[in-house]
T-cell receptor
Framework: DAKTTQPTSMDCAEGRAANLPCNHS???????VYWYRQIHSQGPQYIIH???NNETNEMASLIITEDRKSSTLILPHATLRDTAVYYC???????????FGTGTRLQVTL | GAVVSQHPSRVICKSGTSVKIECRSLDFQATTMFWYRQFPKQSLMLMATSNEGSKATYEQGVEKDKFLINHASLTLSTLTVTSAHPEDSSFYIC??????????FGEGSRLTVL
């Protein structure tokens, strides 16, 4: 599994875009980039995943660099409910295990 | 979307007893389920990969005789913490793939060993 590196914490004003970076320089060609978030005392919530192309869903956008060594999760209009720990990970998907790094603690403020 | 359910959500037990945690995939079949453990203010640590109809694969440093995993059907995996001790107190989480590539997690089970 590719090792991922994320900043420990970030702040974002409510209503503004939150841009969370992740470095995965050792990612292999068949590994997807996954993003999850965990709100205190709950199981992780799936956000988005991608292989090469940028992806967007109702929750967020995922921007993956052309060399696939890093990515950015974008929450376009952060709300207080987006305060959580965000984890970036890499996996080949389906039956392959997914491991978590230390994550980024995002604090959305008024 | 896919739903994964865990039971119980909270359990308190005495030291030396065994505790069983269930993980169910509610609207899809999961041949593989993953078990994680999370200590306060730490990340999720993968404990083992549970495979339907075969033995689980444990991560390095996880005692297979301490944490018994059974995956008897395509919708149910169980984790039994045997002879639990206070240091086993933790948040245990299971996960499995629903739609291709989407790993969904249960709500977690908080174990407190007195």
């Amino acid at each position: 599994d590719a090792k991922t590196t994320q900043p420990t914490s970030m702040d974002c004003a409510e209503g503004r875009a939150a841009n969370l970076p992740c470095n995965h320089s050792t990612i292999s060609g068949n590994e997807y980039v996954y993003w999850y978030r965990q709100i205190h005392s709950q199981g992780p919530q799936y956000i988005i995943h991608g292989l090469k192309n940028n992806e967007t869903n109702e929750m967020a956008s995922l921007i993956i660099t052309e060399d696939r060594k890093s990515s950015t999760l974008i929450l376009p209009h952060a709300t207080l409910r987006d305060t959580a720990v965000y984890y970036c990970s890499a996996s080949t998907g389906t039956a392959s295990k997914l491991t978590f790094g230390t994550g980024t603690r995002l604090q959305v403020t008024l | 979307g896919a739903v994964v359910s865990q039971h119980p959500s909270r359990v308190i037990c005495k030291s030396g007893t065994s505790v069983k945690i269930e993980c169910r995939s509610l609207d899809f079949q999961a041949t593989t389920m993953f078990w994680y453990r999370q200590f306060p203010k730490q990340s999720l640590m993968l404990m083992a990969t549970s495979n339907e109809g075969s033995k689980a694969t444990y991560e390095q440093g996880v005692e297979k005789d301490k944490f018994l995993i059974n995956h008897a059907s395509l919708t149910l995996s169980t984790l039994t913490v045997t002879s639990a001790h206070p240091e086993d107190s933790s948040f245990y989480i299971c996960g499995c793939f629903g739609q291709p590539g989407e790993l969904f997690f249960g709500e977690g089970s908080r174990l407190t060993v007195l």
